[in-house]
């Protein structure tokens, strides 16, 4: 069964670093979506982004976010100079279509200190 | 925020039935309803979502009522695997958004 893969599945990082996490959507699949989990809390939505380009996005996805489909296949989520209350679990999730149901990857969980 | 309400959490002993309810009193007559689980900090899982009709697929079913302001998600067989936080989303065209806005859910626990 096609599924969504994420890499990596932990990263640990200092304040201020540039991390970048790195997503492969289920291939036939055009809408594609970042959220976010601090734990203990909700699922959080950050950003969706079809046909090159961000379609939507919250107000957690600020300047220091950006997101980028290099290839054919990869999804990207970069933020710039982490924070301390960036770390969380990071999925990615994939979608044929607007409407369609998501499929989520198994998340990264990236650690600041 | 989250359109719908749900319990925060259930038990239910392994091999009955789970049934999960929400609420979503002001859903649009457009919006699904859908439900995803997450087990421990997975990433969610899609499991069923309906219009207005019943829904049946090989993991649950859903039972929207014909007002269609709250359905209930239903496992058939609860097994040990199905230990997880259920989410109900309503979702579509006048939500002004595809995007899933997750709430809170109802922590399900299968008691062996």
């Known amino acids: 069964e096609p599924e969504v893969t994420q890499t990596p599945s932990h990263q640990v990082t200092q304040m201020g670093q540039e991390v970048i996490l790195r997503c492969v959507p289920i291939?036939?699949?055009?809408?594609f979506y970042w959220y976010r989990q601090i734990l203990g809390q909700k699922v959080e939505f950050l950003v969706s982004?079809?046909?090159?380009?961000?379609?939507?996005k919250s107000e957690i996805f600020d300047d220091q976010f950006s997101v980028e489909r290099p290839d054919g296949s990869n999804f990207t989520l970069k933020i710039r100079s982490t924070k301390l209350e960036d770390s969380a679990m990071y999925f990615c999730?994939?979608?044929?279509?607007?409407?369609?149901?998501?499929?989520f990857g198994e998340g990264s969980r990236l650690t600041v200190l | 925020d989250a359109k719908t309400t749900q319990p925060t959490s259930m038990d239910c002993a392994e091999g009955r039935a789970a049934n999960l309810p929400c609420n979503h009193s002001?859903?649009?007559?457009?919006?699904?309803v859908y439900w995803y689980r997450q087990i421990h900090s997975q990433g969610p899982q899609y499991i069923i979502h309906?219009?207005?009709n019943n829904e049946t697929n090989e993991m649950a079913s859903l039972i929207i009522t014909e007002d269609r302001k709250s359905s209930t998600l239903i496992l058939p067989h609860a097994t040990l695997r199905d230990t997880a936080v259920y989410y109900c989303?309503?979702?579509?065209?006048?939500?002004?958004?595809?995007?899933?806005?997750f709430g809170t859910g109802t922590r399900l626990k299968v008691l062996a």
């Open positions: 989303i309503v979702r579509g065209p006048t939500s002004g958004t595809y995007k899933y806005i």
């Open positions: 982004f079809y046909n090159n380009e961000i379609s939507e």
């Open positions: 309906g219009l207005k």
């Open positions: 291939s036939n699949h055009l809408y």
């Open positions: 002001t859903i649009s007559g457009n919006e699904y």
């Open positions: 999730a994939s979608s044929p279509s607007p409407s369609g149901e998501l499929f």
